[in-house]
Structures are given as C-alpha cells and as structure tokens.
C-alpha cells in the first residue's frame, strides 16, 4: 500500500499516522476488555489471523515433521553438503533425507570416520537426518536379469545400510524389484514371478545385516516398476517376512498417475515407517521424473494425506522429495518447499 502522504514517510513530531491510530485503538480496546472482566485472544483483537482453510490447514499435525531431500539442492555442483545443512535448517526444516551414489559425501568411497563427520556437523547445525535413499536401486536392480547387476546391487544396499548405521540414522529406503525401468534402456523385463522371488530373496539377505546394524529397510512403492503395485500388494510383502525391520517408505506421488495416495495410507497403516511427500500433475503427458512438481503445483490432496496420516498414528517424517534443484536462486524452492509444508501442517 501506497502512503497517502509525505507525513506517512517521515512523519513530523508530535503528529501521528495512520499505522499510530490503529494501533492505539487495538491497544485501547483490549484494555477495555480488561477492566470488563474479559479476555480477548489475539485472534478476537485481530479477525484476520483467524484460521483460514484457504491459506492453511485449520488443524495442527504437530506429530509430522518436516524434511527435504537433498535432491531439491544443487549439490555437489554448486553448493557443499554443509551449505545444504545450513539452507535447510535457516528455512525451518526439521531434518534432511541424505543419497547415497557413486561419488559423493556418501559413497562407497566413505567409511565409518566420515559418516560420524557428517553426523556431527548435522548436529552442530542442528538439523536431523530423516533417512537415506538411493538412485543405485535403477542401475543395479535387486531383481535384475543380469546376475551381476543383481550382486551388485545387493553389495551396495548393505553398504548403504551400514552407512546409516555410522550417521545414526535409522530409515533406509528400498526399492526391492522392478519388473520394467520405463526410463532406463539397459533394463531387461523382468517377468512377475521371477521378480517377486529375487526381491524376496534379497531382502531377506538384507534383513539379517539390518537387525544387527539397528536400521529398519523401508520397501517405496514406486508404480513405474510395475512391482507391488496396490496396497494389498505391498503388505503381502513386507507381512511375508515377519521382521519388524522390513517396514514401509510411502511416496505420495509414484502412485497419483491412477491411485489417491489417501486410499493406500489406511490400508498400510502402522507398516509405513518413512514418507515422500512427492507432488504430481495428472494434468500432464509426461510420466519421466519430470511429471512431479513443486509442492502444492499439483494433483495431490494434501488435506486428505496429511489426515489420513494422522489417523494412522504415523509421527515421522514428511520429506519433501524433488529432482531438479532451480537453477537460479535455488534457495527460493527451499524456502518455498518450507512454507507449503507449514500450510499442509497447520503451523501458520
């Protein structure tokens, strides 16, 4: 708004504005209420900060927390591991889901000294690690025609197990199988029986290392894979295995090209040990990872997931998951990622 006057701008002594008055008469009329006997709150005082559905969620999730992955940064390219600590923790995160590859910070070319760095200087930003995950699950598929991408892949799920165990972090994302990788051409079909009894047959190798390493495997249900591709599915599963360690990493998004992710949540129930919040577009024609969007720009029901999430008793983390940092003023999809989150979590 425009001031009506120069006054407004450098207001002369002894003369008051606008912004004066009302202030005066916001003040005068909550002591009023005072010596009435009455109590106004703030909202009363301010009408306008009264819960609104439109701009935010009129309920607080105060069980959910808030957590971004570190694909949404330019990193390594443009900025360093603690840079991205440091972003997240000045936009109001609660933690940052970590990647494991080939060459980075948490690669093979890592041990359990450089973990515990990684550890400490997220505890001396003062930001938690929700999880790790990996792109390694498309490259080397547990359930791959090829024997050796099938030992390799198996080789580098234990690892990064053992990489969450040296950072203290309990949540590691598994893609147990795929039956097609639309968009790698070196993937052979895999048929369903083939890949259903290779990924239990490796996640049963893995369960072992995971009780003693103190880690839970949370089995993505991803749908472009075209493996555990319904609730029932997924429960079969995980249920099969009869570990507490074999739990659930749900992605809202992997499912919106035909599911509601709100319908799933109930079904998995206390199974779900970790969570994507992805968004999706129906509105597009493009199924590559270019079909998620920012959050909010998108398909998703976020009044629906984050309710049926709390009725479930989930009280993990949300973590925001996206694969193309900005390449300009990439902070801005940081912060914007935080603000969203606080509007689905009631926090504003």
Same mark, same amino acid.
């Given at each position: 708004?425009?001031?009506?006057?120069?006054?407004?701008?450098? %207001?002369? /002594?002894?003369?008051?504005?606008? $912004?004066?008055? =009302?202030?005066? *008469?916001?003040? #005068? &009329?909550?002591? !009023?209420?005072?010596?009435?006997?009455?109590?106004?709150?703030?909202?009363?005082?301010?009408?306008?900060?009264?819960?609104?559905?439109?701009?935010?969620?009129?309920?607080?999730?105060?069980?959910?927390?808030?957590?971004?992955?570190?694909?949404?940064? %330019?990193? /390594?390219?443009?900025?360093?591991? $603690?840079?991205? =600590?440091?972003? *997240?923790?000045? #936009? &109001?995160?609660? !933690?940052?889901?970590?990647?494991?590859?080939?060459?980075?910070?948490?690669?093979?070319?890592?041990?359990?000294?450089?973990?515990?760095?990684?550890?400490?200087?997220?505890?001396?930003?003062?930001?938690?690690?929700?999880?790790?995950?990996?792109?390694?699950?498309? /490259?080397?598929?547990?359930?791959?025609?090829?024997?050796?991408?099938? *030992?390799?892949?198996?080789?580098?799920?234990?690892?990064?197990?053992?990489?969450?165990?040296?950072?203290?972090?309990?949540?590691?994302?598994?893609?147990?199988?795929?039956?097609?990788?639309?968009?790698?051409?070196?993937?052979?079909?895999?048929?369903?029986?083939?890949?259903?009894?290779?990924?239990?047959?490796?996640?049963?190798?893995?369960?072992?290392?995971?009780?003693?390493?103190?880690?839970?495997?949370?089995?993505?249900?991803?749908?472009?894979?075209?493996?555990?591709?319904?609730?029932?599915?997924?429960?079969?599963?995980?249920?099969?295995?009869?570990?507490?360690?074999?739990?659930?990493?749900?992605?809202?998004?992997?499912?919106?090209?035909?599911?509601?992710?709100?319908?799933?949540?109930?079904?998995?129930?206390?199974?779900?040990?970790?969570?994507?919040?992805?968004?999706?577009?129906?509105?597009?024609?493009?199924?590559?990872?270019?079909?998620?969007?920012?959050?909010?720009?998108?398909?998703?029901?976020?009044?629906?997931?984050?309710?049926?999430?709390?009725?479930?008793?989930?009280?993990?983390?949300?973590?925001?998951?996206?694969?193309?940092?900005?390449?300009?003023?990439?902070?801005?999809?940081?912060?914007?990622?935080?603000?969203?989150?606080?509007?689905?979590?009631?926090?504003?």
């Amino acid at each position: 708004m425009m001031p009506d006057t120069p006054d407004q701008l450098h %207001p002369r /002594p002894g003369t008051f504005t606008r $912004r004066d008055l =009302l202030r005066q *008469a916001t003040v #005068a &009329g909550a002591g !009023a209420a005072a010596l009435a006997g009455t109590t106004l709150t703030a909202q009363e005082v301010s009408p306008a900060t009264k819960p609104d559905e439109r701009r935010a969620s009129p309920k607080a999730y105060p069980k959910l927390k808030k957590s971004i992955n570190l694909w949404a940064f %330019p990193y /390594p390219q443009r900025m360093s591991l $603690r840079e991205c =600590l440091q972003l *997240a923790k000045d #936009a &109001g995160f609660d !933690a940052v889901e970590l990647n494991y590859d080939l060459d980075n910070d948490l690669s093979p070319k890592a041990g359990p000294a450089e973990f515990t760095a990684i550890r400490k200087m997220a505890d001396e930003i003062g930001i938690a690690i929700s999880g790790l995950c990996s792109f390694l699950f498309w /490259p080397y598929p547990l359930t791959s025609n090829d024997p050796a991408k099938r *030992a390799r892949g198996l080789e580098l799920a234990g690892l990064i197990a053992k990489a969450a165990h040296h950072l203290g972090v309990e949540n590691v994302l598994v893609v147990p199988g795929a039956v097609t990788i639309p968009w790698r051409d070196d993937h052979e079909p895999v048929p369903n029986e083939v890949c259903d009894a290779r990924a239990r047959e490796a996640v049963g190798k893995l369960l072992g290392e995971a009780e003693k390493l103190g880690v839970y495997l949370n089995m993505e249900n991803i749908f472009f894979n075209g493996y555990l591709m319904t609730p029932a599915e997924m429960n079969a599963f995980v249920d099969s295995f009869g570990n507490e360690r074999c739990r659930v990493h749900f992605d809202t998004g992997n499912i919106m090209q035909y599911q509601q992710p709100e319908h799933w949540i109930p079904l998995l129930g206390n199974r779900i040990k970790n969570v994507h919040l992805k968004e999706f577009h129906r509105a597009g024609t493009d199924h590559s990872l270019e079909c998620f969007r920012p959050l909010l720009d998108g398909s998703v029901d976020w009044p629906a997931v984050v309710s049926a999430l709390d009725a479930s008793g989930f009280e993990g983390y949300l973590t925001f998951e996206y694969f193309r940092p900005w390449q300009h003023y990439p902070e801005a999809l940081v912060y914007q990622t935080s603000d969203a989150l606080d509007r689905i979590l009631g926090r504003i």
